[in-house]
């Protein structure tokens, strides 16, 4: 019979500790954060008297929706140290530790093909891959049956779609994907891939994804769309790029939810059919590229 030595085992927990850390620290924070301000404005309600009161109930999932983003804000700016490390070391894994940008001139970082920023050609890609993946996904998910028979997932959407527009655009489209790439690719996935071989990483970090959204159709959907930004990072090596595709994700989305009309042509087996294949040319395209190893 085979016994786990002790020092590797403490290896083991050290290493899970140091990739689930940030995590914990961050949802630890936000709950506290959010229980505390969820207080603070029913009690401000209450002390300026029953109209308010009622205009609080009444716009609940507004008040929510912004709170929680608050939250998710101030949870993680105490990260923001680890994740600049995190970027910095992962950037000499892939151009090594003497490679600057300091003794480079302009027309040089240009013609860089996008080994020290992100070109256009990577933008649009990353766009359109965002766009046609996320709605072809949703489509998939409502035309199987799936989105119907969870009821989790309905509580969820209709929160969602109950928060006013704006205040939805600013959420789903910038408060949510910038704090949620922090902590999965930022911080997760950067620790993931110094441990493992870095497609197991990119797959990981996207499952893990997917469970952090806590109900089925979500997590299916969130851990697909997790391993696509894991592996957008990895091809391309630029955190700006996972937090476009997140951010242009949300907002195609939920901006397509909010129209009848769009609703209506998306979601069809053709228009799922043509979404996803635009989704497989753009994967197609990207594996072709050379991009800087």
């Known amino acids: 019979m085979l016994i786990m030595n002790s020092d590797h085992s403490n290896h083991w927990l050290n290493r899970m500790w140091e990739i689930f850390r940030p995590f914990l620290f961050f949802y630890a924070l936000y709950s506290v954060v959010f229980i505390l301000l969820v207080s603070l404005c029913r009690t401000i309600a209450g002390e300026l008297g029953e109209k308010y009161l009622t205009g609080l109930s009444e716009h609940a999932e507004t008040v929510t929706s912004l709170v929680s983003g608050l939250s998710m804000l101030i949870a993680v700016l105490p990260l923001l ?30 013609a860089g093909s996008g080994k020290y920023g992100v070109t256009a050609g990577q933008t649009g ?77 990119v797959i990981a970090s996207g499952a893990l994804f997917g469970i952090y959204h806590g109900n089925p159709v979500q997590g299916l959907y969130g851990g697909c769309m997790g391993i696509l930004m894991a592996y957008l990072y990895e091809r391309m090596h630029s955190f700006a790029i996972p937090c476009l595709f ?48």
């Open 81 to 110: 140290p680890m994740l600049l490390r995190e970027l910095k070391e992962h950037k000499q894994s892939v151009y090594g530790s003497s490679t600057t940008t300091d003794n480079m001139s302009g027309a040089e970082k240009r």
């Open 125 to 201: 890609l990353t766009i359109v891959l965002a766009a046609a993946s996320s709605l072809g996904l949703n489509v998939l998910l409502v035309l199987t049956g799936i989105v119907e028979s969870s009821a989790s997932y309905q509580d969820v959407a209709r929160q969602q779609y109950s928060v006013m527009f704006g205040v939805g655009m600013i959420l789903f489209g910038l408060i949510s994907p910038i704090t949620e790439e922090i902590v999965f690719r930022g911080l997760i996935f950067n620790r993931m891939r110094r441990y493992f071989p870095h497609a197991a990483a």
């Open 246 to 293: 997140h951010a242009t994700a949300n907002l195609m989305v939920y901006s397509v939810a909010q129209s009848a009309v769009l609703h209506g042509r998306l979601f069809t087996v053709t228009g799922c059919a043509a979404l996803l294949t635009g989704s497989a040319v753009c994967v197609v395209i990207i594996e072709k590229t050379r991009f800087p190893e």
